[in-house]
């Protein structure tokens, strides 16, 4: 081969490189020039990942703080764990001999729970059946708006309500200061309804038509219809609802914290005064040293509380695949 010959080849392949480095940086330019486009698909997709990735990890790094603040008191302290979760003894601010039993709280924030969700539910479901059964048509136009307007009233409102009317007519009726778990079920019982209630109602307008059809077609009346066949269709998506309503009632602070009388101890009736791990936390986290023994303390109740809204969430998850399911 010749001198001319290579030397037409090698600058045939440096055309070629120089080609293929062209439209490289073409394609780069067209990307980025894609990116910053208005209605840029790949923009939308880098914008819905990175919210995504965000959210994972403040909620990974949410739970990796409150577990290792949780753990102090056990760690540094000497703490045991199960005297701490069943004993009933609580007075960490003690200098002398202080006390870390969180059985009280514990049980405070699951009478709560349960007692508010006995009110709750049957008035809940009931209402629901009513929108989406009896009267589907004045129900979505009449209730449904008081139901978000309910949702969205801030839990100070509710405690005033409890603090000023509740409290002072249970000490008129039924004895005692009017501080205790009857007040702060009534109130909770009351906050959790239209959760429950704009959930169960979603729940039953979901089951389809067709179902209801063929038991009218078999003689069903309306009643045993609702009763037979759409009942037991929405089942796991109404107990979603009811688990949901208890995520909320274990975690509320505020408005328990006004009505339930704040004591640290298992009270014999509805009308003692009782805590809960929330108004416990937000009673005393503000007077407590940072890293002092009392501090850790409240961050335990905090990754217990952390716990019961991981167990919610898997039972509402469970009950979601069931529902799939069937």
Not at 77 to 99: K, Q, Y
Not at 143 to 150: D, F, K, M, N
Not at 216 to 234: E, N, S
Request: hydrophobic share 50%; glycine share 8%; net charge positive.
């Amino acid at each position: 081969m010749t001198l001319n010959n290579k030397g037409s080849l090698l600058s045939m392949s440096d055309k070629f490189a120089d080609d293929s480095t062209q439209d490289r940086l073409r394609k780069r330019r067209q990307n980025i020039n894609v990116l910053f486009r208005r209605d840029s698909e790949l923009r939308g997709k880098l914008a819905i990942y990175c919210g995504a990735v965000l959210i994972i990890l403040a909620t990974i790094s949410l739970t990796v703080f409150l577990v290792w603040q949780g753990l102090r008191l056990f760690l540094f302290d000497g703490v045991n764990p199960l005297s701490f979760i069943f004993s009933r003894d609580w007075n960490p601010g003690d200098s002398t001999h202080p006390t870390y039993g969180a059985l009280p709280m514990i049980f405070g924030s699951f009478a709560i729970t349960f007692l508010s969700v006995i009110i709750a539910m049957p008035i809940s479901i009931g209402t629901a059946l009513f929108m989406s059964e009896i009267s589907r048509k004045w129900g979505n136009k009449a209730l449904r708006p008081v139901i978000e307007i309910l949702v969205g009233i801030p839990s100070v409102v509710y405690g005033l309500v409890g603090l000023t009317l509740i409290v002072p007519f249970i000490v008129a009726h039924g004895g005692g200061i009017g501080y205790g778990l009857l007040p702060g079920m009534i109130v909770v019982g009351l906050m959790i309804m239209p959760t429950i209630t704009s959930i169960a109602a979603d729940a039953l307008q979901s089951i389809p038509q067709e179902l209801r059809n063929a038991s009218y077609a078999l003689g069903a009346t309306k009643w045993q219809t609702i009763y037979k066949v759409v009942i037991p269709a929405a089942l796991p998506s109404l107990l979603t609802a009811v688990v949901l309503g208890m995520a909320r009632a274990f975690g509320e602070a505020l408005a328990v914290q006004m009505i339930i009388g704040n004591v640290a101890d298992i009270p014999h009736s509805l009308v003692k005064p009782a805590s809960t791990l929330t108004t416990i936390i937000t009673l005393n986290m503000g007077h407590t040293t940072n890293g002092s023994a009392f501090n850790h303390a409240l961050w335990s109740l905090g990754l217990i509380l952390l716990i019961m809204s991981y167990i919610f969430i898997l039972i509402t998850r469970y009950l979601s695949r069931r529902s799939k399911v069937l």
